[in-house]
């Protein structure tokens, strides 16, 4: 430290290199003014604030000793990278929890529920349980066993545990469509023209309607600029309603209802994130799967508990599933064999 000292207190500055160096504070004064303005959110008053302060500074340590010029400007410069530094991590630490509190916001609103981290974690689990288990096998030249777990592991998650939008349309394919006037207790499929009894307002475009589903996306950009959108929250709401057809009306209780159609009846995009709403109205034709109970007396269709189906679709895209869904499964069944071959091949 002393060499350096020593080092300053022995340098000459002449009137011209002081007047450079001033000058070139300027510059850094450019750079502190967007730090201190842009990470840290400091109004700067006035806005000529540092290309003032920064040439004083100099001007002080050449007033002390001519070389101790050269150490401010060693200082300003060594300062951008200090501030910058220590401004992106203030910046990240106040941005991580204005998004917090954006988010705490945006589940009050949406009523969006907290995620099932014991779920989270078991799929965690079975991520790694399975590259554990490609490695060990790996390690034991039977790596091509892979291409009779995986099958079997699709297939027992098939049957054990299937999705409700899979259920609904394995039942859609067995169960009949029922008259109005002719329905029997249990699950039951029927199809008809809805009534309104008391509408709910949709949660973002405050929308009158027997019901709705919500879903909203969140705008991201990766490393090359490219734009993609994910869905980070989606749901559904419904009333009571009535369904009719040419026999009669039967109550339907609509809590609980799941939509199986992907019809959109408005949108909009503010900010990073854009809105869709579908709408559930007053004599649309629908498509229902539920449980019809007696009460008071009266059939009411209700979500079914024990089969776990409480679904709402359009007839016509059900007609549309129904004719193509035999290609469809023909189609995705060789495919996936072909790829096994594949990765048989391309293992062995």
Request: glycine content about 8%; aromatic content about 14%.
């Amino acid at each position: 430290m002393n060499e350096v000292f020593n080092f300053l207190n022995q340098q000459d500055i002449n009137a011209p290199i002081l007047i450079f160096l001033m000058l070139f504070s300027c510059g850094i004064a450019l750079f502190h003014t967007l730090i201190f303005s842009g990470l840290y959110n400091l109004s700067i008053r006035p806005k000529w604030l540092f290309f003032a302060l920064n040439p004083i500074f100099i001007g002080l340590g050449y007033l002390y000793r001519p070389g101790y010029s050269l150490l401010a400007f060693a200082f300003l410069f060594a300062s951008v990278f200090l501030f910058g530094l220590i401004g992106m991590i203030y910046s990240g630490i106040i941005q991580s929890r204005q998004d917090k509190i954006d988010q705490k916001k945006f589940d009050a609103r949406y009523h969006v529920p907290k995620s099932n981290k014991l779920k989270n974690l078991a799929m965690s689990l079975g991520f790694l349980a399975m590259i554990g288990l490609g490695i060990w096998l790996h390690s034991i030249g039977k790596l091509s066993l892979l291409l009779v777990i995986i099958p079997v592991l699709i297939v027992l998650d098939a049957i054990f545990l299937p999705t409700r939008r899979s259920k609904f349309y394995k039942f859609q394919a067995i169960l009949p469509t029922s008259k109005m006037n002719g329905i029997a207790m249990g699950l039951v499929e029927v199809v008809g023209d809805l009534i309104e009894i008391n509408p709910i307002l949709s949660p973002h475009f405050n929308t009158p309607c027997i019901g709705y589903a919500i879903r909203i996306e969140k705008r991201s950009q990766d490393s090359d600029g490219k734009t993609t959108w994910s869905t980070i929250f989606r749901d559904s709401k419904t009333g009571n309603f009535k369904i009719k057809d040419d026999t009669g009306t039967v109550m339907v209780n609509g809590e609980g209802l799941e939509y199986y159609f992907d019809r959109v009846d408005k949108e909009t995009e503010s900010g990073d994130k854009r809105y869709y709403e579908t709408y559930l109205k007053h004599d649309d034709y629908l498509f229902l799967i539920g449980r019809a109970n007696s009460l008071n007396g009266d059939t009411v269709i209700e979500r079914d508990d024990y089969h776990k189906v409480f679904g709402a679709a359009l007839p016509h895209e059900i007609a549309i599933k129904n004719k193509f869904a035999p290609l469809y499964k023909s189609f995705f069944t060789t495919l996936f064999f072909i790829t096994l071959l594949i990765i048989y091949i391309v293992i062995t």
